[in-house]
């Protein structure tokens, strides 16, 4: 069985353990960078990015992470958790991981009266509908290259695969479909 | 270019409510009375401030009416920070709500600390873009804002004192009548409703789940790393921390040795590492010896 981290310092990540268990895999909870390496993958809830980020940098978690991005490590993030992968957040200092070539602007569609849900086409191995959920959501500005784009929402990618990385902006953790997170399990990690 | 139709996005739904509060587990939510108090709890790491004229302590010194704070002071620090920012409407002034969802705050807090508009009635929380959080004591209440349309619980406590005593009740009483719900049979809920004032179907929903249907979070009385940890230990899934940190000697450090305290809060070594040398707290007030008249989670039903 696949032993699946879910980065539960803040946020979301109660919802992604449900996901992981329905999916057939082992979720773990990791509060500590030394849990990293008792996982075969690891998935960044959405939350609030800045929150988190001074989190993993108290715990000793960049460092750890990068190394692990640079040896390909399967790695699933959403929302908050896509931000703080990003190589360039909009206008923005806060401490974050990086390693994936775009750039990320936060809170791009308003604030929280704004948040929507909207059904997506996303190119898994098959092409699905998908309903998303998109919470204070960030928007990706710019795409380096390698990066593939598996979906987009009115021409903007919304859901991104780089190597060993996929992210969304979207929550797929609150819906009861488990198709993301069994694309990451079956065909990331 | 997408095939998403219009018509396939739906703005602000229950989802996107009840999802935002799931995006708040695991963290701190610090009442805040300027710009520079905002930032000093987003430095520190809190995941979402509420922004008030006054904290509950002094709205408890000053007596009088205590109404929705200044949209200027709200808008400010909306524009200071980037997290979530919550405000509070008395209980039952939908006018003042709608005033809040036009400023774009992210969360209600329809509020026992401000004096309530209405002894009898709630604000119909669904008819409302922005989502709410409602205080409770039991499961009944809970539920009864929750058929309201709230999209995330607190326990009431007793705002301003600094004494945990009633978070703890709260929440351990929350908790009881989900755990004794759960044991009794579907012939046992209808009456189980009725006695708790309930709606009927959230109630078997929580039977089912054994769980709210939305986040509970914990509030009222929260002042130290220690606290913080044991409504985390007792079944919240976040705290608020009003008075507790700008009350105390150094909110900055307090503040972030509670964001330290939730995120770790079952890791002792760790609560010893952060609970050091925070400074004075908050004086507080003894619950036990408080005039009844002079406490407020009894305001709303």
């Keep these: ?189 | 270019m997408s095939n998403t139709q219009w018509s396939d996005r739906q703005v602000s739904t229950w989802k996107t409510k009840v999802g935002l509060a799931e995006q708040l587990k695991g963290g701190v939510i610090m009442d805040v009375v300027n710009v520079e108090q905002a930032k000093i709890a987003e430095d520190a790491g809190a995941q979402a401030v509420m922004a008030l004229e006054r904290v509950p302590a002094d709205i408890r010194a000053d007596g009088g009416v205590a109404r929705m704070s200044d949209p200027e002071m709200i808008e400010a620090i909306k524009k200071a920070v980037t997290i979530p920012v919550m405000a509070k409407c008395r209980i039952g002034h939908f006018a003042e709500a709608q005033i809040l969802e036009a400023l774009g705050v992210d969360f209600i807090d329809e509020s026992e600390v401000l004096t309530p508009a209405d002894d009898e009635f709630h604000v119909w929380k669904h008819d409302f873009r922005s989502p709410f959080v409602c205080g409770a004591r039991n499961l009944g209440e809970a539920l009864r804002r929750i058929g309201e349309g709230a999209a995330m619980i607190r326990t009431k406590g007793e705002a301003g004192t600094g004494d945990v005593v009633e978070a703890v009740r709260h929440m351990r009483t929350i908790v009881g009548d989900i755990r004794r719900v759960q044991s009794l049979g579907r012939e046992q809920l209808m009456t189980e409703a009725k006695n708790l004032g309930a709606p009927f179907e959230l109630l078997l929903e929580v039977a089912t789940t054994g769980r709210l249907p939305v986040p509970n979070f914990s509030a009222g009385g929260i002042a130290t790393p220690a606290d913080a940890s044991l409504l985390m230990q007792l079944g919240a899934e976040a705290v608020f921390v009003g008075s507790g940190i700008f009350k105390s000697g150094d909110p900055a450090k307090r503040a972030r040795a509670i964001v330290d305290a939730v995120a770790h809060y079952k890791d002792a070594k760790k609560l010893v590492e952060v609970s050091r040398n925070l400074g004075e707290p908050m004086v507080g007030i003894n619950v036990s010896s408080m005039d009844p008249t002079q406490k407020i989670a009894g305001r709303g039903w």
């Design chain 1, 1 to 189: 069985m696949k032993n699946i981290g879910v980065l539960s310092l803040q946020g979301g990540f109660e919802k992604h353990l449900g996901m992981v268990a329905r999916c057939g895999a082992r979720g773990v909870e990791i509060r500590y960078s030394r849990e990293l390496h008792e996982v075969d993958g690891l998935i960044l809830p959405g939350g609030e990015s800045t929150t988190i980020g001074k989190l993993l940098d108290r715990n000793g978690f960049i460092p750890e992470i990068q190394k692990l991005l640079s040896k390909n490590f399967p790695v699933f993030g959403t929302c908050a958790g896509t931000i703080l992968l990003a190589d360039t957040i909009e206008g923005s200092t806060q401490v974050k991981i990086g390693g994936l070539p775009i750039t990320i602007e936060r809170n791009a569609y308003g604030s929280q009266v704004d948040s929507f849900e909207s059904l997506l086409e996303i190119e898994l191995s098959n092409p699905i509908t998908f309903p998303g959920v998109f919470i204070r959501a960030p928007r990706i500005t710019f795409l380096g290259k390698g990066v593939e784009t598996l979906s987009v929402l009115d021409d903007d990618p919304v859901f991104i695969r780089y190597n060993s990385i996929i992210a969304a902006t979207f929550h797929p953790e609150l819906t009861t479909n488990l198709a993301i997170h069994d694309y990451f399990i079956r065909n990331i990690v």
